[in-house]
């Protein structure tokens, strides 16, 4: 079965560091291109990072210089290192995977961050 499961949301003081972390399974993780999205509230899901299976990586022009994408292929897991974080940066966060037609969606983590 394919699926993604994030996880390292939570409560966080501005200026702050979180980890997320999303765990394939089900699927040839090495083949596929890896983001992170996020939703606020009242807000439409927004491309936060992407990292491609060779490795290149895009960023949001709000996040550069402090979220880091990676990849860990040996174990079916995408990161994003958030630092300096922001209350503009509430929202969940969702991971995707994308390989041609297939398009899979985590359940999302909450990430808070309070001024």
């Known amino acids: 079965q394919e699926q993604l499961v994030e996880s390292g949301g939570g409560l966080v003081q501005s200026g702050g560091s979180l980890r997320l972390s999303c765990a394939a399974s089900?699927?040839?993780?090495?083949?596929?291109?890896m983001a992170w999205y996020r939703q606020a509230p009242g807000k439409q899901r927004e491309l936060v990072a992407g990292?491609?299976?060779?490795?290149?990586?895009n960023y949001a022009d709000s996040v550069k210089g402090r979220f880091t994408i990676s990849r860990d292929n040996a174990k079916n897991t995408v990161y994003l290192q958030m630092n300096s974080l922001e209350p503009e940066d509430t929202a969940v966060y969702y991971c995707?995977?994308?390989?041609?037609?297939?398009?899979?969606w985590g359940q999302g983590t909450q990430v808070t961050v309070s001024s």
């Open positions: 990292i491609t299976n060779y490795g290149n990586t």
């Open positions: 089900g699927i040839i993780f090495s083949l596929y291109g």
């Open positions: 995707n995977a994308r390989l041609r037609i297939n398009n899979l």
